[in-house]
């Protein structure tokens, strides 16, 4: 935009000298030539506000009325630096007070908070979950229901995530994604899901910098797979049925929870910073398996690819 303005201003001068035959100096050319470009860099104002911006208006706006001889006296160099830090201090001023909590204020970061619920219908099929989120704050929990399969309360910035929810009669389909145009620094999204506790399920959950915490207790998951980055994860097994759970891991720390009704049996590979295997024993083939593994009413099969990740298996 600055371009353009000094092209139209550099033309309007070269018209004027040759059409109209008006003499403009070198140094008046020079101060409207400044006052365009601190007036362009003002109007950005709009767009991405900062006292600078409003400083630059104000400043361009007086280069401009010197150049056309409206001030009744000469203004000097030194003057024109006074009148440029005077400029910059008004509009440091006038930010201030329009950005404070006692006006009306433009705020490039501000929060536009997108909430929303959605209920799956009751259906007696086996159910597939497929989350994918991207700095999201994620409670997963089974719940007793007579009317639903899966209920949602979704909270979020909708200028900063891109979200969507697609389900049919076996599967839901949850995607929380930044939007990769939006430079703003993001709060969180949070969400909530229940999941009827009567039904079998198959979880996906691809987690990006998120924070997460999944309880299987009183559900029926038949295959779960997580492939998470950057992300924290605490997960409680089912404590009614023998599960699967497929982890991979980058850069992430999962902590897991056993019921003591639940045996474990865990084959990890790839790289831990740290590990706590509490009450766990392992076998020749490299594998663990929890103490209560014989006792145990079920089991949890639990297989974790890793990377520069952290692992930590707790008993409840």
């Not at 910059?88 to 997108?114: A, E, H, V």
């Not at 991207?134 to 719940?143: F, P, R």
């Amino acid at each position: 935009m600055s371009g353009a303005l000094v092209s139209i201003l550099i033309g309007i001068i070269i018209l004027l000298g040759v059409v109209f035959e008006i003499t403009i100096s070198f140094s008046i050319a020079v101060e409207i030539f400044f006052g365009v470009i601190f007036l362009a860099d003002g109007l950005k104002v709009f767009k991405n506000p900062k006292s600078d911006k409003v400083g630059s208006i104000i400043f361009g706006s007086i280069l401009l009325i010197d150049a056309f001889g409206i001030f009744k006296q000469n203004i000097g160099f030194w003057q024109i630096i006074l009148l440029l830090i005077a400029s910059y201090l008004i509009g440091w001023g006038i930010y201030s007070i329009f950005t404070s909590n006692r006006f009306l204020s433009i705020k490039s970061n501000k929060i536009k908070d997108d909430h929303m619920k959605i209920k799956v219908p009751f259906n007696r099929n086996k159910y597939n979950l497929s989350y994918n989120l991207d700095w999201t704050k994620l409670s997963l929990v089974s719940a007793s229901s007579e009317n639903y399969n899966v209920k949602i309360d979704s909270l979020s910035d909708g200028d900063i995530f891109k979200r969507s929810f697609d389900w049919n009669d076996n599967e839901l389909k949850v995607e929380n994604k930044l939007k990769v145009s939006n430079i703003k620094v993001p709060e969180r999204s949070k969400m909530t899901s229940w999941i009827r506790e009567d039904l079998k399920y198959n979880y996906l959950l691809n987690l990006s910098v998120s924070d997460v915490f999944i309880d299987m207790r009183k559900s029926f998951p038949d295959n779960v797979i997580i492939n998470s980055t950057a992300s924290k994860i605490v997960l409680i097994p089912s404590n009614t049925k023998d599960s699967s759970i497929d982890a991979d891991l980058e850069i992430s720390t999962l902590t897991v929870k056993l019921p003591d009704n639940v045996g474990l049996v865990l084959n990890q590979v790839g790289e831990l910073n740290l590990r706590t295997f509490e009450g766990l024993i392992e076998r020749e083939d490299g594998s663990y398996i929890s103490a209560n593994f014989s006792e145990a009413e079920y089991t949890c099969y639990l297989n974790i690819s890793s990377d520069m990740s952290r692992l930590s298996i707790q008993l409840i």
